[in-house]
């Protein structure tokens, strides 16, 4: 696995790269936001390893970008604890945050989670064609490409609202609570801020264009996904 640490604190940096390489992972540096994006500009990554405060521009900017752009997994590094930067993460797409100080172990466990999670459910399951590509109603979601298409109309999601979908439309009509769709899509980093959720969902129905249609509401228990005709 090839990973990016972005952080300006060369000693925790240095220990970090020794510990993760005797681990099996490779370790790409960088001390600037300006560097992390000529790197991330120059080769492909399987994970960011993304510190908050960085010397020339904010880490989370960085974080959003990466959503945006190339939709890779973002662990925050950071000596921010508060309940307010942990939900600012989630809300900008951060797959887990760590805080500082943190022991190299724990750091490489949550590499290993959050890769596990991205990988989980790259199996077929019914409703899926051959070629890996679940459809339900008048919707093409793609897992591979991270493409979700109405008919002909590509919709553009965040990496998250992929998530909750992508993990409701594999199950349709099973409920799912707050806390399942936030282990489904996000991790127990986030444990505790489930309520996060319906502004995640808010923001996918008004995307997916009609609210009541595909995801539908389960008062007192979370959220399901009905396909409809199509």
């Not at 925050?76 to 945050?97: H, N, P, Q, R, W």
């Not at 199996?123 to 051959?130: I, L, R, V």
Request: net charge negative; proline share 4%.
């Amino acid at each position: 696995m090839r990973l990016l640490w972005v952080e300006d604190e060369n000693p925790l940096l240095e220990e970090g790269m020794l510990f993760l390489r005797d681990e099996g992972f490779t370790v790409v540096p960088a001390g600037t936001y300006a560097e992390a994006w000529e790197q991330l500009e120059r080769s492909s990554f399987d994970l960011v390893l993304l510190d908050w405060l960085l010397p020339d521009r904010p880490g989370i900017e960085l974080c959003k970008q990466i959503q945006q752009r190339w939709k890779i997994p973002v662990i925050m590094l950071t000596a921010k604890s508060d309940e307010f930067d942990k939900v600012l993460a989630l809300e900008i797409g951060a797959d887990d945050y760590v805080s500082k100080p943190f022991g190299m172990r724990e750091l490489a466990a949550r590499i290993r989670a959050v890769t596990r999670r991205m990988s989980k459910g790259s199996g077929m399951p019914a409703g899926w064609s051959d070629d890996g590509v679940i459809k339900r109603g008048d919707l093409t979601i793609d897992p591979e490409r991270h493409t979700v298409y109405r008919g002909t109309e590509e919709i553009a999601l965040t990496k998250t609202e992929f998530a909750l979908l992508y993990a409701m439309a594999s199950r349709p009509s099973k409920v799912f609570s707050r806390l399942q769709l936030m282990d489904e899509a996000l991790g127990d980093a986030f444990i505790g801020y489930e309520r996060t959720i319906d502004s995640h969902i808010r923001n996918l129905r008004k995307k997916l264009g009609d609210e009541s249609r595909y995801v539908v509401t389960v008062h007192g228990i979370g959220y399901k996904f009905e396909p409809g005709e199509g």
